[in-house]
Structures are given as structure tokens and as C-alpha cells.
């Protein structure tokens, strides 16, 4: 346990926050929240493992960059055999957590917690041999923290500016969760706080990254370094004390601007993760709702694709402009939107796979516009509030304005709505035995002593399990 000498007296801030992620304790956690990150944690387990199917290209990629940089065998890259140390872990999971782009997120600090925390927290779990109580515990605490620190840059900002905020802030969010398992105290905690904002980055030029690699390599890097940073200060390693205040803080280098009260409103009796949407889509959060009114329009107007003249999509004006005729299709509402009229679903496969050699995908996604409406504005970025028109060929118009979609705590998912998505996103990785027995374990993660009774589970690939993923294309030297 490391705990040096006490913090800077103009670290006031950074002291009062880093204090919440050493105290706070498991049994402080309400029966509703534990129950909470519970679904959370098995649903971001899904969305990683999916990205681990032979259908995708990232994993040879990653597989390839794990056999070569070796490392420490702390902990597994899930989906394979394949093991590595703690900080390349959190790196790689991190990536796979978000690479399907159908985890959860906290809307109003457009943060992808799950897919950052997650990961860090099961890879030093599996170095130190945390109980589930402590892994949940960090889970909670690095979520609060990402959401937080995001909502006190002001993520509207942090895109405004090129940064991805659920990269920048969720650095904090996995040093929080590691900086616990290592049992980082005092200013050693503080230095990591430092740290962590010292190596913060991630910048939306993934945008123009047709491979769909750079945009997940952003959680990856804030869960990778988040777990640096604090292995780091359990070495011993010094950083900035006061990351928040001082000549050089935080907000003066991403947005200029500072929200105290957003990091300290509620704090250790509201938590974030109560806060987040489960998605149903693979694509940008921001098109949910409208993909929620569109498909509610031709199931209850029985309305046909080939009966759609044109379709309207109105979104908040301060952020429209990331899913108006994005040329990476899982933010292009033209794109996704007809996709979905003419299948009924929107899978990361058709996201990765252009499906607009159909002509009438092609066609339909012609006749969608986009339209920022200031009046959306005052629900933004807590909610994405979105209004879809669609017009038919005989002139009728049918209207639906949706501000919580299917997966927000106001309209969340059911049991075995989850459980069914699990299992359609693994069904080419894990069989449906290793399935089961995956979400009986997390149901009951605060009662296991050691967490690696969970992620043995999630290292599919081992002699003799028989399940696919991406261990099948393991690189040859």
C-alpha cells in the first residue's frame, strides 16, 4: 500500500476527489446500483467479446500486437488465449470493449465508461487477485469519475475542439479503478491523478478512419493509460498534485473551462453508472433515438421501405453536424437510418460492410436529411433528443419525437431482452453453455474471492473448450 506524506495545500480539488476514490467502500454501494453495474459490466462483456468473432479484422490485429510486444503474463486478452501484462491488457480489452459500438454510455458526458473502466478494472483484478466486492467497487468509482471529469470539461467543448471526451476524461476513470486494486492512497493518488492527466489524449480524427480501428483504440488508450498511471504511482513515481487547480490545470488545456460543481454535485450518493443507456444498435448514440421513431413508425403504421418518399431526422443542433453525412457509416444517419428501414436491425457487420450496394439502401439513404434544430438544444447533451418525419409516396407524413431511447434508465431493457442481445453478439465466440454460465457468475460477482473465476471464463480458445473468437487467427511467425 502506498501512501506518501500529504497532499499540496492549493490542491484542494484534486484532494476532496481523490479522497472519494480511497474511501469510498463496497458496502456504501445501494442494492439498486450494485444490481445495476452488475447488467452494465455483463452487457460491455458482450459487446467486447462480439468484436473477438473471426467476422472482424481487429482481432489477428490486436492478437499480432500481443504476441509480439509480450510482456508480464498478469492478465488475458479476452475472446483468445492469449496473456499479457495488466496496462497492454487494458489497452487491448479497452479497444475490443468499444469496437462494435454497442456498450453502454452516459449520454450527457458522452462517455463510453464500461468499455474503459471495465477493462482496466478486470485486468489489474487479475494481477492483484481482487475479490469481485473490490472489482465492482472500482467499477463503480472509475465510472463516476470518467462521467465526472467529462461533465467538468464540458464534452460539448471537449468535440467542438477535436478531442473525444470518453478518451480524454476516461483516463481518470481507469486510473480511479486501478489506483483502488493497487491500493494507491494519499499523495501517491494524487500524483496518479497527475499522471493520468499528464498522458490524457484522443482526438476525433478517427472520423476519417474508414477501418473502424482508431475510433475504439481511443478507449483503449484511456484504459491502457489509466492503468499506467496508477501502477506508476504505486511504484513510487511522482506527477502533478494538483491536476485540477493550478498554473496549468486540466481545463485551461482541453476546453478552457472548468466545472467544479460537476465533479463534487451528489457525489457518493448519486453515481453515473445509474445514469447509462444499454444500446440495441451498433452505431453512434446519437441516432438511437431517431432509429427508435423510425422503426416504431413502419412496425405501427405498417408502413413498407418502398413506400418512403423521404425521410426527415431532426438532432439537437449543437451536435447534428457528427451525423449528417458522416462518411464513416456508423455515424452517418443517411446511412444507418435506411439500413435499418430495410433490415429491421442495425449490426456492426452491415456498419463494417457497405451495404449500400443494394440500390435501395443506396436509394433510400439519398432521400434522408438531417437537420440541426436549436430547439433540441435545451435536452443537450443530457438527452439526445431526436424528431424523424417520415413521408410516404401517397403524401402522408408520420411523425415521432423520441428523447429516451430503448436502453435508457427512463425505458431500460428487460432481463431477457439482455440476456438475448449477450447471446446474439457471442454466438460465433462462446458457446451457449459458456454464455449461461458467464452471466450466472457476473450475477453474482460480489461473492467470488478471487476475481479470475470471471475472466477464465471470457479467455475462450483454451485446449479443449472448443469455442471460436479471434484466437483463431492467431498470427504465424
Same mark, same amino acid.
Given at each position: 500500500?502506498?501512501?506518501?506524506?500529504?497532499?499540496?495545500?492549493?490542491?484542494?480539488?484534486?484532494?476532496?476527489?481523490?479522497?472519494?476514490?480511497?474511501? %469510498?467502500?463496497?458496502?456504501?454501494?445501494?442494492?439498486?446500483?450494485?444490481?445495476?453495474?452488475?447488467?452494465?459490466?455483463?452487457?460491455?462483456?458482450?459487446?467486447?467479446?462480439?468484436?473477438?468473432?473471426?467476422?472482424?479484422?481487429?482481432?489477428?490485429?490486436?492478437?499480432? #500486437?500481443?504476441?509480439?510486444?509480450?510482456?508480464?503474463?498478469?492478465?488475458?486478452?479476452?475472446?483468445?488465449?492469449?496473456?499479457?501484462?495488466?496496462?497492454? /491488457? /487494458?489497452?487491448?480489452? &479497452? !479497444?475490443?470493449?468499444?469496437?462494435?459500438?454497442?456498450?453502454?454510455?452516459?449520454?450527457?458526458?458522452?462517455?463510453? /465508461?464500461?468499455?474503459? =473502466?471495465?477493462?482496466?478494472?478486470?485486468?489489474?483484478?487479475?494481477?492483484?487477485?481482487?475479490?469481485?466486492?473490490?472489482?465492482?467497487?472500482?467499477?463503480?468509482?472509475?465510472?463516476?469519475?470518467?462521467?465526472?471529469?467529462?461533465?467538468?470539461?464540458? $464534452?460539448?467543448?471537449?468535440?467542438?475542439?477535436?478531442?473525444?471526451?470518453?478518451?480524454?476524461?476516461?483516463? #481518470?476513470?481507469?486510473?480511479?479503478?486501478?489506483?483502488?486494486? %493497487?491500493?494507491?492512497?494519499?499523495?501517491?493518488?494524487?500524483?496518479?491523478?497527475?499522471?493520468?492527466?499528464?498522458?490524457?489524449?484522443?482526438?476525433?480524427? @478517427?472520423?476519417?478512419?474508414?477501418?473502424?480501428?482508431?475510433?475504439?483504440?481511443?478507449?483503449?488508450?484511456?484504459?491502457?493509460?489509466?492503468?499506467?498511471?496508477?501502477?506508476?504511482?504505486?511504484?513510487?513515481?511522482?506527477?502533478?498534485?494538483?491536476?485540477?487547480?493550478?498554473?496549468?490545470?486540466?481545463?485551461?488545456?482541453?476546453?478552457?473551462? @472548468?466545472?467544479?460543481?460537476?465533479?463534487?454535485?451528489?457525489?457518493?450518493?448519486?453515481?453515473?453508472?445509474?445514469?447509462?443507456?444499454?444500446?440495441?444498435?451498433?452505431?453512434?448514440?446519437?441516432?438511437?433515438?431517431?432509429?427508435?421513431?423510425?422503426?416504431?413508425?413502419?412496425?405501427?403504421?405498417?408502413?413498407?421501405?418502398?413506400?418512403? *418518399?423521404?425521410? !426527415?431526422?431532426? %438532432?439537437?443542433?449543437?451536435?447534428?453536424?457528427?451525423?449528417?453525412?458522416?462518411?464513416?457509416?456508423?455515424?452517418?444517419?443517411?446511412? =444507418?437510418?435506411?439500413?435499418?428501414?430495410?433490415?429491421?436491425?442495425?449490426?456492426?457487420?452491415?456498419?463494417?460492410?457497405?451495404?449500400?450496394?443494394?440500390?435501395?439502401?443506396?436509394?433510400?439513404?439519398?432521400?434522408?436529411?438531417?437537420?440541426?434544430?436549436?430547439?433540441?438544444?435545451?435536452?443537450?447533451?443530457?438527452?439526445?433528443?431526436?424528431?424523424?418525419?417520415?413521408?410516404?409516396?401517397? &403524401?402522408?407524413?408520420?411523425?415521432?419525437?423520441? !428523447?429516451? $431511447?430503448?436502453?435508457?434508465?427512463?425505458?431500460?431493457?428487460?432481463?431477457?431482452?439482455?440476456?438475448?442481445?449477450?447471446?446474439?453478439?457471442?454466438?460465433?465466440?462462446?458457446?451457449?453453455?459458456?454464455?449461461?454460465?458467464?452471466?450466472? =457468475?457476473? &450475477?453474482?460477482?460480489?461473492?467470488?474471492?478471487?476475481?479470475?473465476?470471471?475472466?477464465?471464463?471470457?479467455?475462450?480458445?483454451?485446449?479443449?473448450?472448443?469455442?471460436?473468437?479471434?484466437?483463431?487467427?492467431?498470427?504465424? *511467425?
Amino acid at each position: 500500500m502506498i501512501n506518501n506524506s500529504s497532499p499540496m495545500p492549493d490542491a484542494e480539488q484534486t484532494d476532496r476527489f481523490a479522497r472519494f476514490v480511497e474511501d %469510498f467502500a463496497f458496502d456504501e454501494i445501494p442494492s439498486t446500483v450494485l444490481a445495476r453495474t452488475k447488467d452494465v459490466v455483463y452487457d460491455g462483456l458482450g459487446a467486447l467479446l462480439s468484436a473477438t468473432s473471426g467476422r472482424y479484422d481487429i482481432g489477428p490485429v490486436v492478437a499480432r #500486437f500481443v504476441e509480439e510486444i509480450g510482456g508480464t503474463p498478469d492478465a488475458s486478452i479476452f475472446g483468445t488465449p492469449l496473456r499479457t501484462s495488466c496496462a497492454t /491488457a /487494458a489497452l487491448v480489452n &479497452g !479497444t475490443l470493449g468499444y469496437y462494435c459500438d454497442i456498450e453502454s454510455h452516459h449520454p450527457g458526458a458522452i462517455m463510453h /465508461a464500461i468499455a474503459i =473502466v471495465g477493462p482496466a478494472a478486470l485486468a489489474v483484478g487479475e494481477r492483484m487477485r481482487s475479490s469481485g466486492r473490490d472489482v465492482l467497487a472500482a467499477i463503480v468509482v472509475g465510472i463516476d469519475v470518467a462521467c465526472r471529469v467529462s461533465s467538468a470539461l464540458n $464534452p460539448a467543448t471537449l468535440y467542438a475542439r477535436g478531442f473525444h471526451p470518453s478518451c480524454v476524461a476516461g483516463a #481518470f476513470g481507469a486510473m480511479a479503478a486501478a489506483g483502488r486494486l %493497487f491500493e494507491v492512497r494519499g499523495a501517491a493518488l494524487r500524483h496518479a491523478f497527475g499522471l493520468a492527466g499528464t498522458e490524457t489524449s484522443g482526438l476525433l480524427a @478517427w472520423a476519417s478512419d474508414p477501418t473502424e480501428h482508431s475510433r475504439p483504440y481511443n478507449m483503449g488508450l484511456a484504459s491502457g493509460r489509466g492503468v499506467v498511471a496508477a501502477h506508476l504511482a504505486s511504484c513510487g513515481f511522482g506527477g502533478p498534485p494538483a491536476i485540477f487547480e493550478g498554473k496549468y490545470p486540466l481545463g485551461h488545456a482541453f476546453t478552457g473551462e @472548468w466545472h467544479e460543481d460537476e465533479l463534487f454535485r451528489d457525489l457518493g450518493e448519486q453515481f453515473k453508472v445509474m445514469e447509462l443507456c444499454e444500446k440495441q444498435y451498433a452505431c453512434c448514440a446519437f441516432i438511437h433515438p431517431g432509429l427508435d421513431g423510425l422503426l416504431d413508425i413502419l412496425n405501427a403504421e405498417r408502413v413498407r421501405p418502398e413506400e418512403i *418518399r423521404g425521410i !426527415t431526422l431532426r %438532432f439537437p443542433l449543437s451536435g447534428y453536424r457528427i451525423i449528417d453525412g458522416n462518411p464513416l457509416r456508423s455515424h452517418c444517419a443517411q446511412y =444507418v437510418l435506411a439500413l435499418a428501414a430495410h433490415k429491421g436491425v442495425v449490426e456492426f457487420y452491415d456498419i463494417l460492410h457497405d451495404q449500400r450496394s443494394d440500390e435501395r439502401i443506396a436509394s433510400l439513404s439519398r432521400r434522408i436529411r438531417v437537420i440541426g434544430d436549436a430547439g433540441l438544444d435545451r435536452t443537450y447533451p443530457e438527452v439526445y433528443r431526436s424528431v424523424v418525419d417520415i413521408e410516404t409516396v401517397d &403524401g402522408r407524413h408520420h411523425v415521432r419525437d423520441v !428523447t429516451h $431511447p430503448k436502453g435508457s434508465p427512463q425505458h431500460p431493457l428487460t432481463r431477457a431482452e439482455r440476456v438475448a442481445k449477450f447471446s446474439r453478439l457471442t454466438r460465433d465466440v462462446v458457446t451457449s453453455d459458456r454464455a449461461r454460465e458467464i452471466a450466472e =457468475v457476473v &450475477g453474482r460477482l460480489e461473492e467470488l474471492a478471487d476475481i479470475t473465476d470471471l475472466t477464465r471464463l471470457l479467455c475462450v480458445g483454451r485446449p479443449g473448450q472448443g469455442e471460436g473468437g479471434m484466437h483463431a487467427h492467431r498470427h504465424s *511467425r
